[in-house]
């Protein structure tokens, strides 16, 4: 199995099962290509959709980077 250091776990959440959908649309849309949700629950006051997401662009902070060393 091969590891790649930049995918990371994300979610989306919605207070309603319709909301959770039109943000999972935007989500792909956003994203730019088709999201694998891999985790799709309620938690008692909102629902929330787990996927992995590549991280690779997203700007990280000195501290952030010195810890990971």
Request: hydrophobic share 40%; aromatic share 10%; charged share 20%.
């Amino acid at each position: 199995m091969s590891r790649n250091v930049n995918i990371s776990p994300d979610f989306v959440a919605a207070s309603t099962p319709s909301e959770l959908r039109r943000l999972l649309y935007l989500n792909q849309v956003t994203l730019g290509g088709e999201v694998k949700y891999i985790s799709i629950l309620h938690d008692g006051t909102q629902w929330v959709a787990w996927f992995f997401n590549d991280v690779s662009d997203m700007p990280l902070t000195e501290s952030v980077v010195k810890k990971a060393r």
